[in-house]
DNA sequence: TCTCACGTGGACCGCGGGGTCCGCATCACT
DNA sequence: AGTGATGCGGACCCCGCGGTCCACGTGAGA
């Protein structure tokens, strides 16, 4: 059902803009954004921004999951190199510091009450896979402690993707901080 | 200058009615509530909230505000007891569940564009002062790693919240978090 | 109780932003 | 080049929300 109409070449193109002009206006001034400012980025007309994505929350929706997924697409690729615990921390760290941004457009979906289970299930899933994997590699190789489960590293991810948003423009603070925080994960003294 | 006016009953009456509403409802529905709703709330005409709060942007400072100065007060009382390590932990717990609803409120106004370090100087620097000296008590009695300052500290409680505030419901596993989250304060094998 | 200044409530206003619409441009197939 | 279909743009509509205003109620000093 509902075949894919192909789409002409322009339109392609213009979609395309549309959602990198979010990507960069949302990240510089919040999701507060206006349509409008979007559009301009973009070098196009609202009527356009409109008709590729019905909704403001729908961009939003598509911003979001273009970058988990381009980030999912990263992750499996580091996930198949070795040194197990060096690959897991650079893994966070960068997933802490791509969800500084990326965090927002959750927030923003769940402030309008879009269930937020539902669209990323696809490329998110796959994420979750692989920080499984990551996960559980790590420990194997003693470099994270064994008592983490992957439901409570997300919780710690985000908070440490908060904390360094908070920190913002200091990135020396900001490294230090994450760097502390990600401490948490390390093997204490008695395991 | 600027003599403080007396105020009548009634009127300091309803003032303290909206800021109890504000609390409770932005606590509820988030900072983006209506002015209106809050109003319904506390049983008061959108006017007589406008009267109190010349602005909505004011009456988040006002509500933020409230809750820092409470917090500082019992922060005051904790601090002044002894066993260093378990009042610093017991603090930053608390301190944690409290912001998870705080921190709204903040981002509410830094998106407003409202310098933030302006008001809550003094309630805040009062809260700052109590954290210092908490955490070089803390450090002392070797409960805490020696190389973190107040200004890594920030930073690790926010995270904390943050996730804290992600997990929600599920108060076993937040509990779970958040005590893995400080951990990373605690100090390390070699230090 | 009389009085009036202080406080109240909610109808009302203006604006800003999301979303629509339609005349015009542009693409793509011949 | 000709020609229909497909997109484009931005003026425009609409509504939700912050903030105002003023006729009315109410507290408090005489």
């Known amino acids: 059902m509902t075949e894919p109409k192909p789409l002409r070449a322009d339109?392609?193109?213009?979609?395309?803009?549309?959602?990198d002009a979010a990507e960069v206006v949302f990240a510089a001034k919040g999701t507060s954004?206006?349509?409008?400012?979007?559009?301009?980025?973009?070098?196009?007309?609202?009527?356009?921004?409109?008709?590729?994505?019905?909704t403001k929350e729908a961009l939003l929706e598509a911003v979001l999951f273009d970058r988990v997924?381009?980030?999912a697409d990263e992750a499996e690729l580091v996930a198949a190199a070795d040194k197990p615990g060096e690959v897991f921390y650079t893994f966070l760290t960068s997933w802490v510091e791509m969800s500084s941004a990326k965090n927002a457009y959750g927030d923003a979906l769940a402030a309008a009450g879009v269930e937020i289970p539902k669209p990323?299930?696809?490329a998110g899933i796959r994420v979750l896979e692989t920080l499984?994997?990551?996960l559980s590699r790590a420990q194997d190789a003693g470099a994270v402690r064994k008592d983490i489960s992957v439901?409570?590293?997300i919780p710690v991810i985000i908070g440490a993707s908060r904390a360094a948003e908070h920190v913002g423009?200091?990135?020396?603070l900001r490294d230090r901080t994450i760097?502390?925080?990600?401490?948490?994960?390390?093997?204490r003294v008695g395991s």
């Open 11 to 19: 339109a392609r193109r213009n979609r395309a803009r549309v959602l």
């Open 33 to 54: 954004a206006t349509t409008e400012e979007v559009a301009r980025e973009a070098g196009v007309g609202v009527g356009t921004l409109f008709r590729h994505f019905p």
């Open 179 to 187: 760097s502390v925080m990600l401490d948490s994960l390390r093997p």
């Open 151 to 153: 439901d409570e590293l």
């Open 132 to 134: 499984a994997t990551v």
């Open 69 to 71: 997924r381009r980030f």
């Open 169 to 172: 423009g200091d990135t020396e």
């Open 120 to 122: 990323p299930s696809i």
